[in-house]
């Protein structure tokens, strides 16, 4: 299984960044996606996640209304679009498959397969 980030990048505040997380190896449409991010010196956190059909979304309160979660299961890709980006942003992002497949859970636990994570860097 592999899950390749993208999109990661040096964006102003009040910008938009789009990551992208490609997965191989493994029955995408059986996988909730989810995306988390470790800024420096803190703990990894939630961000968002979508069910495996992609009718479900969750979000952190901190990014509800300028981030959005999709998922393309054509490409077997999870996408998280970024606006109205803020400072505290700044982050490494990782994306996450959840075999539960709901889109519900926001613990690191309940995820198996991770990507490598991409910086994103939001300046003021």
């Known amino acids: 299984v592999q899950l390749q980030a993208s999109g990661g990048g040096l964006a102003q505040a009040g910008g938009s960044l789009r990551l992208s997380c490609a997965a191989s190896?493994?029955?995408?449409?059986?996988?909730?996606m989810g995306w988390f991010r470790r800024a420096s010196g803190k703990e990894r956190e939630f961000v968002a996640a979508i069910s495996r059909s992609g009718r479900s979304t969750n979000y952190a309160n901190s990014v509800k209304g300028r981030f959005t979660i999709s998922r393309d299961a054509a490409k077997n890709t999870a996408s998280l679009q970024m606006n109205s980006l803020k400072p505290e942003d700044t982050a490494i992002y990782f994306c996450?498959?959840?075999?539960?497949?709901?889109?519900?859970?926001?613990?690191?636990?309940?995820?198996?397969?991770w990507g490598q994570g991409t910086l994103v860097t939001v300046s003021s």
């Open positions: 996450a498959a959840d075999p539960r497949g709901t889109g519900w859970a926001t613990t690191s636990s309940a995820y198996d397969y």
């Open positions: 190896g493994l029955t995408f449409s059986s996988y909730a």
